[in-house]
Every structure is written in C-alpha cells, then in structure tokens.
Nanobody, 125 residues
C-alpha cells in the first residue's frame, strides 16, 4: 500500500525556519514529480512547490518563492521542504504527493491515495 509520511512541522515565530520531510513507499519515486501541498481551514489543498524526478524542473507558488526550497533524495525516496523566514500566512497543514503536473498555485494533479497525515505548521507573529 502507498504510504506518504510527513514530519517536521511545529509552532514557530515569524522569521524562523522549519524543514519538512516526506518519506514515500510503494511508489515509483524516481519516476515521479513530487510536490508539497498546503491546506488551510476552509480552503482547497494547494500545490505550492514541485520538483521533477531529477530536480531539473522546480516550481514555487508566488507566496513562497525565495523563502522555501524543495529538494529530494531519490535513493531514500524522500522529499524535503526547507521553509525559511516563515510568516503567519504560511500556517497550515503540509502534505506531499506525487503529481502529474508541474503547475503550482492550484490543486495540481496528485496521484496517490491515501494522503499522509500531513505536517502541521503554525506561525505566530
């Protein structure tokens, strides 16, 4: 069964940093775009960062560009999201999934079910 396990969330002050980690199993990880999604209360889950299988294509939503960095370790089937200079508007639950699209800022085209439990990020001003 597909497993997507996110970790690294927490409660921080504005300006601080976090690193999210997602470990995937039972998917052809090295062949898939991987993405990080953010969900806030009352809003649709949104693809905010994606990385192609070898890292040649990386896209960020305008809300996180120049602050967040997505990376991956194919040998460990792991994708990371380095979150710098966090702001209150970054608050939400962050999920990872493989995605058929490279277009961020919308729902994306996530591939796998079930979703993981997500990593909750809370940023206070």
């Amino acid at each position: 069964q597909v497993q997507l396990v996110e970790s690294g969330g927490g409660s921080v002050q504005a300006g601080e940093s976090l690193v999210l980690t997602c470990v995937a199993s039972e998917i052809p990880f090295m062949m898939k775009n991987m993405g990080w999604y953010r969900q806030t209360p009352g809003m649709q889950r949104e693809l905010v960062a994606m990385i192609s299988p070898r890292g040649g294509v990386i896209n960020y939503d305008d809300s996180i560009v120049d602050r967040f960095i997505i990376s991956r370790d194919n040998a460990k089937k792991t994708v990371f999201l380095q979150m710098n200079n966090l702001q209150p508007e970054d608050t939400g639950i962050y999920y990872c999934n493989a995605d058929e699209s490279t277009v961020v800022g919308g729902p994306g085209k996530p591939i796998y079910e079930p979703w993981g439990q997500g990593a909750r990020v809370t940023v206070s001003s």
